[in-house]
């Protein structure tokens, strides 16, 4: 079992800038890639970008691509998320989620990831 904590949700201005990390516990040596999602109030859940945790190649959605870095610390098993020109259409329920199998095709889909946090909440006003 794996087991993620995420932090660093909030309230923020428009145009600011988030960094959210997700802690790693448990089985870390099973998780092939990590990934952050987001919930917002009456939408999907949202894949926004995920990284292989051997070769850190990294796929990003794009409402977010160019404005978001995801990266890990291996040492740390923590995750994180940075996120710049932040817009009130930011505002959801971050999710941390790790997968143990092998994505393939699009690896956004929430159906490959197999352990999730509780979330961290982001708020951007305008």
């Known amino acids: 079992q794996v087991q993620l904590v995420e932090s660093g949700g909030g309230s923020f201005q428009a145009g600011g800038f988030l960094s959210l990390s997700c802690s790693a516990y448990?089985?870390?040596?099973?998780?092939?890639?990590m990934a952050w999602f987001r919930h917002a109030s009456g939408k999907e859940r949202e894949g926004l970008a995920t990284i292989n945790t051997a070769t850190h190649s990294t796929v990003y959605a794009d409402p977010v691509k160019g404005r978001s870095t995801i990266s890990q610390d291996t040492a740390k098993n923590t995750l994180y998320l940075q996120m710049n020109s932040l817009k009130p259409e930011d505002t959801a329920m971050y999710y941390c989620?790790?997968?143990?199998?092998?994505?393939?095709?699009?690896?956004?889909?929430?159906?490959?990831?197999?352990?999730w946090g509780q979330g961290t909440q982001v708020t951007v006003s305008s």
């Open positions: 448990g089985a870390i040596y099973s998780i092939t890639w």
């Open positions: 989620a790790v997968a143990t199998g092998w994505p393939s095709g699009n690896r956004l889909l929430p159906y490959w990831y197999t352990h």
